[in-house]
């Protein structure tokens, strides 16, 4: 065995052949959170206390406390935060095995039919449209759905109406092709969670959530800079924190790109 791939990805790393993308949100008190009807428990915004900041409470040292809800900016979805995910096994954040959190991103583009259409559905036509140019989607790669949401303003991210939320997401046939026909390891968004605005309405109701998880596969909501992936070839680095049963958590997620 050599690890000549690995001497020239740290090569290529260093002469910047292949460069490091953020595709995480800034995590404060103003991050966006997802909101449910009123009728159900809220999740908390992200909240920093100061511990002490180079004064008596700690004269050489700044830290802080920090609190919030798991599903919280960029954030990762394990099987288990879903009712049809909730029995796996290695389903949580700690039983997640780590070989499945560095895998190949295909991004597709619909941000010009999400501009023009706030209740933008992906659907498997979309994306075998996608791989007549890009090749076929393969086992274990994710999906991101790239909508260039999170260049909004706060409020056209949320996009909220009388009638819930307006936002881009899969139809649910898109996710029943993506589970069954490509078998991916999960799917990602630039909106507030995996699902459209207007899920709750389909058949069955958030069929990314349903689906994904109900097929042990993962989501990734409230990404950025997806805009400076190429539609295939990326890595991107997804390890959620090692919450024990935990159902998602904030995370850092790294693309590395040519
Ligand atoms: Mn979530």
Sequence with gaps: MTNETLINLASEMASGTIRVVDLTVPLNEDTPIIGLPPEFAQSSAFKLEQISQFDDKGPAWYWNIISCGEHTGTHFDAPGHWITGKDYSDGCTDTIPPQKLVAPANVIDVSKESAEDPDFLLTSAKLLEWESEHGKIEPGTWILMRTDWSKRSVEDFLNYAEDGPHTPGPSVECMEFLTQERDVIGFGVETVGTDAGQAFAFEPAFPAHTLMHGNNKFGLASLTNLDQLPPKGA???????????????????IALTS
Excluded: D, E, W, Y
């Design 235 to 253: 890595i991107i680095v997804t390890a959620p924190l090692k919450i024990v049963n935990g159902s998602g958590s904030p995370l850092r997620v």
